[in-house]
């Protein structure tokens, strides 16, 4: 656990400009994990709000994770939890990427079995060792849920999720925008080598796929886009777009020994 929180604090570090940052804090000798403070909504919410989005609204947002995630490779680091829950809207509409719990800075491959099911990469169920190619397999997972409303591989056993995503074929509902499906299924290819953002030209393959052909990156990359929806937010720290969950008595947590404090001593 220590190395887990170890590696998500020291890579979001990097990130201020672009994600939403997670920060270690000590309170009366208690630790915790918390997100910065932002004026958001979850991006589940607005899924649900609108059961699915619309091309152009879908096309805007698959565009702000695409930068993300060509930011985050450049660096040589793979995310690996690329899902709607993980999506926050700001207060300008722009997105927001949460929890990197399970990113990972990259050499060559690895080979941990994570992610949510409905979203990994083939070789991550076949623990054939695995790249920065998942997070482009999981971003046609995500195009397609946008526009469909639901996941392309889904079961109510895990193991059947996974035997659908081997198997690997998908339904293609027949309202669904012919360049937009194109640019998943190039996503959703079973063979890394031939997976879009993985080949050659990386994320460049990507950025150049004809269902992106109006966009200016450049402009993506600054947020200068006006965003298809602006979240309702009467005043900073506003909570009122999230669900309420009963609260738990942080002062009833345990103290940690001086022996657990010098695990988190770099913090």
Request: net charge neutral.
């Amino acid at each position: 656990m220590v190395v887990n929180v170890t590696r998500k604090t020291s890579i979001q570090a990097l990130f201020q400009k672009i994600i939403n940052i997670n920060l270690l804090f000590a309170i009366c000798n208690r630790d915790f994990t918390r997100n910065q403070t932002v004026s958001v909504s979850d991006c589940t919410l607005w899924m649900l709000i609108y059961w699915t989005l619309e091309t152009l609204k879908c096309n805007f947002y698959a565009a702000e994770i695409v930068s993300a995630l060509e930011y985050l490779h450049a660096r040589n680091i793979v995310y690996r939890d690329l899902k709607p829950e993980n999506l926050l809207l700001a207060k300008d509409g722009h997105l927001k990427i949460t929890d990197f719990g399970f990113a990972k800075k990259l050499t060559d491959r690895t080979w941990t079995l994570c992610g949510t099911p409905e979203y990994l990469a083939p070789e991550i169920i076949q623990s054939k060792g695995h790249n920065k190619a998942v997070d482009w397999w999981a971003l046609g997972v995500l195009i397609y849920e946008m526009l469909v409303g639901y996941p392309p591989f889904y079961d109510d056993n895990p193991f059947g999720i996974y035997e659908k995503i081997l198997n690997g074929r998908v339904e293609w509902p027949r309202h669904l925008d012919p360049v937009a499906k194109d640019i998943i299924k190039k996503l959703l290819v079973q063979d890394r080598t031939k997976r879009l953002g993985n080949m050659k030209c990386g994320t460049e393959d990507v950025k150049r796929h004809r269902w992106f052909k109006h966009l200016d990156w450049a402009d993506v990359f600054m947020k200068k886009l006006q965003p298809p929806i602006l979240p309702s937010v009467s005043y900073e720290g506003d909570t009122s777009n999230f669900d309420e969950y009963p609260e738990t008595d942080w002062k009833a947590v345990r103290s940690l020994d001086p022996d657990e404090l010098k695990l988190f001593a770099n913090f």
